[in-house]
C-alpha cells in the first residue's frame, strides 16, 4: 500500500550531508508526531505503526468536515475533537457540520428538493463514524485503511449516483421541452 497523506511532525529531517536520515532528528524534536494528531500510545512511548497513521487520518477527518482543528481552545480537558463528534452523532449532526459544508449544500437546493439533503445528511453520518472509528483510543479498535478506502469510495458512488427525484424531474423536464403531457 502507498501512502498519499502522512502525519508530516512524524518525516525525518536530512542531515547535513544529506546523504543518511538522522534518526535523532524529528519534525517535532523529539515528539512523535503532530499534537493534536498523535495518537495517544505514542505519549506513552509505543512504537510507530500503521495503526498511528489511521488515527490521524480520523482526526484529519474529523477536523475537514467538522471545520475545527484538534487543537482548537475547546477541546481540552479530556474533551477532543473525537468526542465532540460523537457526542453530536446521530441526532445533532447539523450543529457540529462545518458552516461551510452546509452553505454549499444551501446552494445546490432546489424547492421540494428534501431528499437530496436527507441523503447528503446520512453519508456525512457515514463519514463521521468512519473518523471516529479511525480515532478509537485503543490501536486495535481502529479500521484497516483498506476498510476505510472501500467505505468512503462506497460513499462517494452513492453520492455520484442520481437520486430518483433527480431522475423525476429530469423526465418530467423532457417531456415538457418535448410537448408530450
Do not use: W
Not at 502525519?7 to 538522522?22: E, M, P, R, V
Not at 479500521?143 to 423526465?171: A, F, G, N, W
Amino acid at each position: 500500500m502507498v501512502g498519499h497523506i502522512s502525519d508530516f511532525g512524524l518525516a525525518k529531517i536530512l542531515s547535513a550531508d544529506k546523504l543518511n536520515y538522522s534518526t535523532n532528528q524529528s519534525s517535532s524534536l523529539g515528539l512523535r508526531g503532530t499534537i493534536g494528531y498523535a495518537p495517544p500510545e505514542y505519549g506513552l512511548g509505543s512504537e510507530l505503526s500503521t495503526k498511528g497513521d489511521v488515527y490521524s487520518y480520523g482526526i484529519l477527518l474529523l477536523e475537514m468536515f467538522t471545520g475545527k482543528r484538534p487543537t482548537h481552545d475547546m477541546f481540552k480537558e479530556g474533551f477532543s475533537i473525537h468526542n465532540f463528534v460523537m457526542a453530536a452523532l446521530p441526532e445533532r449532526i447539523t450543529e457540529i457540520i462545518d458552516p461551510i459544508l452546509l452553505q454549499e449544500r444551501s446552494r445546490h437546493r432546489t424547492p421540494g428538493n428534501i431528499t437530496f439533503s436527507d441523503r447528503h445528511l446520512q453519508h456525512l453520518n457515514s463519514i463521521f463514524e468512519i473518523g471516529l472509528a479511525c480515532s478509537a483510543e485503543s490501536p486495535s479498535k481502529r479500521m484497516d485503511m483498506s476498510d476505510v478506502v472501500s467505505k468512503l469510495c462506497s460513499i462517494r458512488d452513492k453520492l455520484l449516483r442520481p437520486t430518483h427525484y433527480r431522475h423525476e424531474r429530469q423526465t418530467l423536464n423532457t417531456a415538457q421541452s418535448t410537448g408530450i403531457q
